[in-house]
């Protein structure tokens, strides 16, 4: 009887993006426009890039730049407020160009995005001062509101039968420029020191992290020229007063050409979607931003004492590993389990991962670089790929809560502005923690991990209400 009601109910703002009626028979996946998805991927390419290129020497540079006063344990302090100063202005202005690309149109924004990381990572390679290091971090927070416009740029291209196919290829690029970004700051930093006779001038010695930079923002610089030549406008700049219906595997639905209010996007399916990719962000950003600061803390204070470069080569490795398996596994895990489960298994990896920090410790500590510790370090990399799978569940289920294709924006908008709060306190709050439990020896100076621990069981909870399918395609029965 429900189904029957189900099945004459009206489409209106509650109703999901993805919604069917009727459970309908799985249809063969639509050929992905190779194309569009390409370069909408190298967009998307331009940003772990440029801001993981800095992760591998952002400690050595706060030291060197006599920040702290020469007091090491309060590197961890200042680096974590650069790394979070990108998400703090992100957050600010992501909701508005994710509204404005509704109505400009996907490209003008994604172009500005990319051209705002050219120029601030020439601008942080150039500078001397924590004021110009604060400054040149809020410049590409405010400039870009790529990631949000791209998950929705990802669901016009896409349907039903191969969204899942789309939103697995994010995670990899992602793991390209994770892969990349760390690689080119761990090799590239203090060129006068690795190649001197190449780099011998007074400029390279004055700006020792400016060749690094600046390798970061050509890619951003050839990746705008692509965009720039290729890739087609998915939005109707000119939209038309009467109702546009659209359709899909899983239903139609008609929506107004007007920019939907963000109040008809904060349905239930929304809030819950958003709220799991918020939890996510929170703890993988915490998880990353500690990562290099523990690899690079001397032993004696709860580190591994590793050098920029090898932290570069460690970084670069997980992003080999991940996009490697998450282009080959991402979509036959959530054909096979749900987008669900394989989110909570995703989400359950926090707990060994935070774990393995202390391990690591305990063991150099008693038995230098030994076979062990790299087996420790190969172990959280593997965890931590396992993990990754989370965000493609989290992007596909915002995207199925979308009311409608026209606020396919504003929802995406909606979720990064929650992502990005939750970005810009994980950083700055996780490397605070990380540098208290060092000063007061909270647990030996292991607390940070116990209370990060902690939290990843609550989080995991959070996913309970999430449909099995995506919203409006679930059958529990």
Known sequence: MRRAQDGDRQPDEETALLASPERKPMKTPTPLPTLQIFVLLLMQLAEPITSQCIYPFINQLVSELDITGGDEKKVGYYAGLIESLFFATEAMFIMQWSRISDRIGRKPVLLTGV?????????????????????????????????????????????????????????????????????????????HDRWP????????????????????????ATIFIVAAAFLHETVNKKPSKKSVRFSDDCGALDTRCDAPSLRSVLTRPVLWSVTNYASLAFLEIAYRAIQPLFFSTPVELGGLGLPPSTIGIILGSFGVMDGIFQALYFAKFVSWWGQKRVLQVGMSMFVPLY????????????????ALLWALIVLQLALSVVMDMAYGC?????????????????????AQLAASVVRAIGPAGSTSLFALSLDRNWLGGYGVYAIFTILSCIFMLVGLPLPRYGWGCDDDD
């Open 197 to 220: 006779a190449l780099f011998a001038g007074p400029f390279w010695q004055y700006y020792p992290y400016f060749l690094p930079c600046a390798a970061s923002a050509l890619v951003s």
């Open 394 to 414: 989290c992007f596909m289920f915002v995207t199925s809560a979308a009311p409608s294709r026209r606020s396919l924006g504003a929802t995406n908008g909606f």
């Open 355 to 370: 774990l393995l920090f202390p391990a690591m410790n305990i063991v150099v500590k008693h038995g230098g670089s030994s």
């Open 115 to 191: 051209g705002g990381l050219c120029i601030s990572m020439v601008c942080f390679g150039l500078s001397k001062t924590f004021t110009a290091l604060v400054v040149s971090r809020c410049m590409v927070g405010m400039l870009n509101g790529n990631i949000g416009v791209i998950k929705s740029m990802m669901a016009e291209l896409t349907d039903s039968t191969n969204m899942a196919q789309g939103f697995a290829f994010m995670p990899v690029m992602w793991s390209i420029g994770g892969t990349i970004g760390p690689l080119i700051g761990g090799q590239l930093a203090k060129p």
